[in-house]
């Protein structure tokens, strides 16, 4: 069975500090599909980045950065000096080559001020 | 246009109504989904369209009936509805049904059942 874990319930952070989101994930496929999504407080997702299993090259892309380790599992958020605007709740999804997409728990994320 | 646009916003309804949500997409994708999230929650597949034909039905009670007019349209008729389906309901967008698409979601409808 397919299972996507968000250990991290809700993190809170001072503006400008770094933060990481994990994200552990279950598959027996050896063919799947890895996002992050982002839902602020008006509510709809906001892709962010994908990557198939077959590519574990680690993308940066502004302050975001993510981490993905076949041999581990995970495919880890990193956001370098982290602002308000990134306030939000963040989803870790997986999908294999059919219709479903399997999302862990989310992490919300506090960025103070 | 990128926008996935879901009318209306807000619905409040009592046990006994009929209302329906309506989800419109102009990216000419071919898959157009239903999605639920309670509060504090992950969204939770409801319906999967494929080329304007139902393809994943996630056991959902009779008393959500979707419907997709067109390839831009996703409609979800609620009738009889309990207290406890009161939720955020998204509706998403991908070009294919194909595991690397991304997919596209509209801001949802917030529905309280009263």
């Known amino acids: 069975a397919q299972k996507v874990t968000q250990a991290q319930t809700e993190i809170s952070v001072v503006e400008k500090e770094d933060v990481t989101l994990d994200c552990v994930y279950e598959t027996r496929d050896t063919t799947y599909y890895l996002f992050w999504y982002k839902q602020p407080p008006s509510g709809e997702l906001v892709f962010l980045i994908r990557r198939n299993s077959f590519d574990e090259q680690n993308e940066i892309s502004g302050r975001y950065s993510w981490n993905f380790q076949k041999s581990t599992s995970s495919f880890n958020f990193t956001i370098t000096a982290s602002q308000v605007v990134d306030s939000a709740v963040y989803f870790c999804a997986l999908r294999d080559g059919g219709f479903k997409t399997i999302f862990g728990a989310g992490t919300r994320l506090f960025v103070k001020a | 246009d990128t926008e996935v646009t879901q009318t209306p916003k807000h619905l409040v309804m009592g046990m006994t109504n009929k209302k329906s949500l309506k989800c419109e997409q102009h990216m000419g994708h071919r898959a157009m989904y239903w999605y639920k999230q309670k509060a504090k929650k992950p969204p939770e597949l409801m319906f999967v369209y494929s080329y304007e034909k139902l393809s994943i039905n996630e056991s959902v009670p009779s008393r959500f009936s979707p419907e997709c007019p067109n390839s831009s349209l996703l409609n979800l008729h609620l009738h009889a509805l309990q207290p406890e389906d009161s939720a955020l309901y998204l509706c998403?967008?991908?070009?294919?049904?194909?595991?690397?698409?991304?997919?596209?979601f509209g801001s949802g409808t917030q529905l309280s059942v009263l």
């Open positions: 998403a967008s991908s070009q294919e049904t194909g595991g690397f698409e991304k997919l596209f």
